[in-house]
């Protein structure tokens, strides 16, 4: 059996910064809360907790409070919420996700009416929605879009969109739209994880992808995966069997920008353990990487 692990797997940057953020916080010995558990992991949301780290679950719950936002960011009323009731703010929005916010703020002040193009339910679009004007509207990929009447129009994406999906909608209003402005606001962590998962699947007989069953990078991750070969989303080793891997010689491993390290080598000693192998790893840096030129 041959375990390969694709590069970029793990922590980006935007994940680790708010890890750190909140973590120094914690150590100053302050009650410190997020709003919204800090990433997409429960394991390690639980850890976070056992370090004292709290999460509150809405803005009105938190008075003269430290907060932390998370790196999907928070909405414009949120946050006014927050700074009323006298919250000190420790702002971990990702740069990335910020950047969004200006551009659509940018865009509306143009005379733009802007498009988003994500998933209407997840936080980080909730939040860039509430930058925008009245006419912002939500398109998740692949929707059939209403009939566009608009002369000008100006896209921007959820952060951790596959590109695929934003080609497909700007092809779409091209035809339909004199004046289409366009900022491709996919953050380059995701788009190398997804080349580089989509690389390694191409030469694996399975995958398995590392990460919180919510995290929407990880999601869209085994998504792009599974067009390759068959693949598995996992949060821990506990959910692999021996079975998994009947007649598999190649297996390939990646994970979401929320998935720890730990959890890595956590899995891949499992399917080391599973194949009867007895050298386990120490640290992700025992794992052999899936190097792929294109990458
Ligand atoms: S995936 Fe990209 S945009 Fe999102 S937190 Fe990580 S670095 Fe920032």
Not at 29 to 45: A, D, K, R, T, W
């Amino acid at each position: 059996m041959q375990i390969r692990l694709a590069r970029y797997s793990g922590f980006c940057f935007g994940v680790r910064r708010a890890i750190q953020l909140a973590m120094d916080a914690v150590q100053k010995g302050e009650e410190v809360y997020s709003l919204g558990e800090l990433i997409h992991n429960p394991q390690f949301v639980q850890e976070l907790r056992a370090k004292g780290l709290r999460v509150a679950s809405a803005a009105q719950e938190l008075h003269n409070s430290v907060v932390i936002i998370r790196s999907h960011g928070i909405s414009k009323e949120e946050y006014n919420v927050l700074v009323k009731q006298g919250n000190t703010i420790i702002d971990a929005t990702c740069p990335y996700v910020s950047k969004t916010h200006d551009l659509i703020k940018q865009a509306n002040a143009e005379g733009y009416p802007v498009i988003i193009l994500g998933d209407p339910c997840h936080p980080e679009v909730i939040g860039m929605k509430s930058y925008g004007n009245s006419d912002t509207v939500v398109v998740s990929p692949n929707e059939e879009l209403a009939p566009v009447m608009a002369k000008r129009l100006c896209v921007i994406s959820q952060t951790t969109q596959k590109i695929e999906h934003l080609i497909n909608l700007v092809s779409s209003l091209l035809p339909k739209v004199m004046d289409l402005k366009v900022h491709n606001t996919i953050c380059l962590a995701t788009g190398q994880r997804q080349i580089a998962g989509a690389e390694l699947a191409k030469e694996s007989d399975i995958m398995v992808v590392i990460g919180g069953k919510h995290s929407s990078n990880t999601k869209m991750l085994a998504r792009l995966c599974s067009e390759y070969c068959p693949t598995i989303h996992i949060e821990t080793g506990a959910e692999l069997t021996p079975e998994i891997f009947v007649d598999k010689a190649r297996i390939g491993l990646c994970a979401g920008a929320s998935t720890p390290e730990a959890q890595i080598v956590e899995v891949y000693n499992k399917i080391m353990k599973i194949n009867g192998e007895e050298c386990p790893a120490t640290g992700i840096q025992n794992i052999p990487l899936f190097k792929e030129e294109s990458c």
